[in-house]
């Protein structure tokens, strides 16, 4: 049984450029959340998706934005890459409604030069 | 809004040592504590999950425990081995279902 599973695992991009990170999640899961964790941090909350619609959002400006597919796979989009934008993005299934526990991928690591 | 404090920053024990994380939270109504296992560069591992009615969960040579009315959560590692190696987040569920983390504990164990 797959977990959740991300990619790519490694992306170098360049201020004002545009990025797409991907999710699938675990087998049987229906809801995706992001989180943004700089390096030291703990993870914040960026958005989650459930029924293919954002459900809930963090403190986020809107240069971050998201889809869901109906087979519940998920893409972070970021536009206007800010150097402040590199980090672990990581990907979290669940259930909706209580959404716990969340299960995590490894994360796609983002280095904005 | 909930804050999420972990202490220490940092540790370094050497092997067999029993070791003690400690967590903080300043909104008592939370519905569930959740440890996690972050090796460098990976994801997230969850080690336990405290639901807001129990007091402890143990798995293993882990043991948290949660105090919600003093918004305090220990994660209790026994035995301490260097396969233990790792940053060791806490969080914090409430009212949204969307958890609080606090920044972590890295932790170092010596052979």
Redesign the interface.
């Given at each position: 049984d797959a977990g959740?599973t991300?990619s790519p695992t490694h992306l170098i991009k360049t201020r004002g450029q545009q990025v797409t990170l991907r999710c699938s999640p675990k087998s049987g899961h229906d809801t995706v959340?992001w989180y943004q964790q700089a390096l030291?941090?703990?993870?914040?909350?960026i958005f989650?998706y459930y029924e293919e619609e954002e459900r809930?959002r963090?403190n986020f400006p809107d240069r971050f934005s998201g889809h869901q597919f109906p087979n519940y796979s998920s893409e972070l989009n970021v536009n206007a890459l800010l150097l402040g934008d590199s980090a672990?993005y990581?990907c979290?299934s669940s259930n909706a409604?209580?959404?716990?526990?969340?299960?995590?991928?490894?994360?796609t690591?983002l280095s904005i030069l | 809004k909930q804050e999420?404090t972990q202490i220490p920053a940092a540790l370094s024990v050497p092997e067999g040592e029993n070791l003690v994380l400690n967590c903080s939270f300043t909104d008592s109504a939370i519905?569930?504590l959740?440890w996690?296992r972050q090796d460098p560069?990976?994801?997230?591992?969850?080690l336990l999950?405290i639901q807001s009615s129990q007091r402890e969960q143990t798995s293993g040579r882990l043991n948290a425990s949660l105090d919600k009315s003093s918004g305090r959560s220990t994660l209790y590692i026994a035995a301490s081995q260097p396969g233990d190696s790792a940053t060791y987040?806490c969080?914090v569920?409430a009212g949204?279902?969307?958890?609080?983390?606090?920044?972590?504990t890295s932790l170092i164990v010596h052979p």
């Open positions: 959740v991300q959340s030291g941090q703990g993870p914040q909350f989650q809930q963090g672990l990581l979290a409604p209580t959404n716990q526990p969340q299960h995590f991928g490894d994360g690591r | 999420v519905y569930n959740q996690f560069g990976k994801g997230l591992t969850s999950l987040l969080a569920g949204s279902y969307i958890p609080t983390f606090g920044r972590g």
